[in-house]
């Protein structure tokens, strides 16, 4: 695979960048990103993943689009409202990158799709808003050895981190999550400020970049939490749980 005249170029900025460089780009080209809902999270994902080369973003939403997304979810237009997103969001990608390939699935994702998606891609990006699907995308991503960058997002605080059993002492969701007993907070009813889940979805962005690439570190391990009141990071170490149910030791007796 080579890059074209019109690929340098449009490139140039960050193949200049000594950790990405030709090499780095050529990565990015032949690489593929899964995109768990595009909402809020995912549209800033997606702009920057399609903007920066990543040859194919497969994008899984089965929302259509009302007004009230349009306060944070920054890959839509007014013009869109009803139409699916995944439809939507792929007539911006494109306009943005015409040379990428981008797969819309408007079906819930379950047991039946999960592995054939998971299977197919280098990195996940979890953007979704619910339990049930970060456990199905973690298990799926746990078994298939796959890399997840996690975002979450609610009222004034974001969070985000990497999974990625391919380093055994990397922890999964369900280490930290465990079954989601705390009550589950969506952002129709809790409220949600459009520039925190930016910032958030922006990282899960520059994460998966890092991990296609391979330069830098990663999140794995680590949990950063954004507090928007105050504009401060807060980082806080985790560990994989031996008697996780999802990647633990205990689930081989
Ligand atoms: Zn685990």
């Given amino acids: 695979m080579q890059l074209t005249d019109e690929e340098l170029l449009r490139y140039s900025r960050q193949i200049l960048l000594k950790d990405v460089d030709v090499t780095g780009q050529l990565k990015l080209k032949a690489s593929s990103v899964l995109i768990v809902g595009v909402g809020g999270l995912g549209s800033p994902a997606a702009l920057y993943l399609a903007a920066a080369g990543v040859g194919r ?5 089965y929302d259509k689009l009302d007004l009230t997304n349009l306060q944070r979810q920054v890959i839509y237009q007014t013009n869109q409202i009803q139409q ?16 990428l390939e981008i797969e819309p699935m408007a079906l819930p994702i379950s047991d039946d ?48 981190t ?23 907070l969506t952002c129709s009813e809790a409220g949600i400020l459009g520039p925190v889940v930016g910032i958030i ?53």
């Fill in 162 to 184: 990497v999974f990625d059993k391919r380093h055994m002492e990397s922890p999964c969701y369900h280490c930290l999550f465990g079954t989601g007993g705390e009550q589950e």
């Fill in 201 to 253: 979805g922006a990282m899960q962005a520059l994460e998966a970049i890092k991990l296609i690439v391979g330069f830098g570190q990663t999140l794995v391990g680590k949990l950063l939490l954004f507090d928007a009141a105050t504009s401060c990071f807060k980082e806080v170490k985790i560990t994989a749980d031996p008697s996780c149910k999802v990647c633990g030791t205990a689930q081989n007796e």
């Fill in 84 to 99: 699916t997103k995944v439809a939507a969001a792929k007539q911006r990608l494109l306009a943005l990158n015409p040379l």
């Fill in 57 to 61: 973003l497969i994008l899984a939403d």
């Fill in 113 to 160: 799709n999960i592995e054939s998606l998971v299977s197919s891609v280098a990195v996940v990006l979890d953007c979704s808003d619910n339990f049930l699907t970060r456990e199905l995308i973690n298990k799926t991503c746990v078994t298939l050895k796959k890399p997840l960058v996690s975002g979450a997002a609610i009222r004034l605080q974001g969070q985000i």
